[in-house]
């Protein structure tokens, strides 16, 4: 059995901004249920949901400051969360990372630094808890300086670092990181520094045992300079330390034959049902009622990195077909209004919902027959799983996990009955436009277009595999350790 500490800034149900939620409040529970001892922690934020009044454990004092930790545990599971509560730093409204104007908060650095410290003490078994984790396995650019931090230790546990988004790094600048307390040994181009500036993500990158990321085509496209944001040099230096490991998904949220969301549930073997959830869903969003028209779905961020800007040029050339379409996002204000034009101008074909709706979300997965996720770049993605299980076909760009998790439906890979969806090459309103042209054309031959909805319905998506992997990597980590005399020892945890 290993001990894992499990570092992140977020995780579902406590506390969602994005896909990294999704992925902490699962992976520690699929670990759990593999035998292992899993602690999660991660800061106690005013917009915390927790399931109770938290236990407190202990104080710290970490850079003259007084920090509480407190515990709770994920709801339905046995994993423990650690809460770094320090009201100055995380007592305020927003979300995690940014104000209530959207604006990020001017103090991350120092908050996350903060946070990554108080990790430290934890793996060192200097918080009090008489635990010290084999494993600790960092998240993203709010947990880097862990593994950085820990290099400077004795004894230390070994590192995992897991980049869920290379786009967003934690740069800040000199003048900002002054109060840090830094350790001058990490602070040069070959460490933390990045371009004169505070890198956390290049804590994990350069510092940690093994680097993983959520797909192992992403693995491959972050080290190149259209995908590596100028770090593609050094994870081209650590590609033998680098690995991807495909994200699972939460079945317990999104199963069609459990799902409470849903006007009706369904599974492969009773199909036909999935036809109650698109006459709710073009009943909810006022579009005319018609089991017979296809009906495509978009639920997400709308940005370029997601492509919205490909099916916005598309739109009028798909709302001429036989199609209705039903949008849930919020993002770029420009891609809003024009959504919200489009809308008006084919109140008979397009629906557009501004935000998150959770019910919402569920039931187009689950109404939808076709799901559009023509992404620029996307390290793994949930939807185009989700999409797969309810019978959904995605249409996806041929791009991180999207390209390892849907099969384009060809002659030969409907006939071996692997074909799950639609994927086109590049970035271009007119390839997904094929794309859509063959979902419609395959759409008319409903003994075909059943038989890739059921090899959908049928694959694995679930965290056990995933988690096995994880496990996989953390049994093969050796620790080096230096002795006396300049050798070098090597131990198995």
Not at 54 to 65: G, H, I, K
Not at 164 to 189: E, K, R, S
Request: net charge negative; with cysteine.
């Amino acid at each position: 059995m290993k001990k894992i500490l499990f570092v992140t800034s977020e995780a579902h149900p406590l506390i969602k901004t994005g896909g990294l939620a999704d992925v902490s409040g699962s992976l520690p529970k699929a670990l759990a249920g593999l035998g292992q001892d899993v602690r999660l922690i991660i800061p106690n934020y005013n917009a915390i949901n927790l399931p109770g009044e938290p236990r407190f454990l202990c104080s710290l004092r970490v850079d003259n400051r007084d920090v509480n930790l407190l515990e709770t545990q994920i709801p339905d599971s046995q994993v423990n969360v650690l809460l770094v509560d320090y009201p100055h730093f995380f007592n305020r409204p927003g979300n995690p990372y940014v104000d209530e104007q959207g604006n990020s908060w001017a103090d991350n650095a120092d908050r996350f630094a903060l946070f990554c410290r108080i990790a430290v003490e934890v793996a060192m078994n200097r918080a009090q808890l008489n635990w010290q984790p084999d494993i600790v396995h960092c998240n993203d650019w709010q947990s880097g300086l862990v593994p950085a931090l820990l290099t400077l230790e004795t004894g230390r546990p070994d590192t995992v670092f897991t980049i869920h988004n290379l786009a967003y790094q934690g740069l800040f600048l000199v003048d900002n990181i002054l109060g840090l307390n830094l350790p001058g040994q990490l602070w040069h181009p070959a460490g933390l520094e990045f371009y004169h500036m505070l890198s956390f993500i290049k804590g994990g990158l350069v510092y940690a045992d093994r680097i993983t990321t959520v797909s192992p085509t992403y693995a491959l496209e972050i080290q190149t300079a259209a995908y590596g944001y100028g770090l593609e040099g050094l994870l081209i230096h650590r590609k033998e330390d680098l690995s991807g490991i495909l994200n699972g998904i939460d079945l317990e949220t999104w199963n069609p034959a459990t799902d409470p969301f849903i006007a009706k549930q369904y599974d492969v073997a009773i199909l036909p049902d999935k036809l109650h959830n698109k006459t709710e869903l073009q009943r909810k969003t006022g579009l005319p009622i018609n089991e017979s028209i296809q009906l495509f779905g978009l639920i997400g961020r709308l940005v370029e990195q997601k492509g919205i800007d490909l099916i916005i040029d598309c739109l009028p050339a798909l709302l001429a077909m036989p199609v209705q379409f039903v949008v849930l996002g919020a993002g770029d204000k420009g891609f809003e209004e024009r959504l919200h034009n489009l809308a008006h101008v084919y109140p008979d074909k397009m629906a557009f919902a501004k935000g998150y709706d959770e019910p919402l979300a569920h039931l187009i997965e689950a109404g939808a027959d076709v799901f559009l996720m023509p992404s620029r770049f996307e390290p793994c993605g949930l939807n185009q799983m989700y999409s797969q299980l309810y019978g959904t076909l995605p249409i996806v760009r041929y791009t991180g996990g999207l390209a390892d998790t849907v099969v384009d439906a060809l002659p030969n890979t409907i006939a071996d009955r692997t074909a799950t969806g639609f994927v086109f090459n590049d970035a271009s309103a007119s390839s997904l436009l094929e794309a859509i042209k063959r979902a419609v054309l395959l759409y008319s031959d409903k003994s075909a277009w059943k038989k890739v909805q059921a090899n959908g319905m049928k694959k694995d998506f679930s965290w056990k595999h995933s988690a096995e992997q994880y496990l996989d990597l953390y049994q093969s980590l050796w620790h080096v350790f230096p002795i006396v005399g300049g050798e070098i020892a090597y131990t198995e945890h």
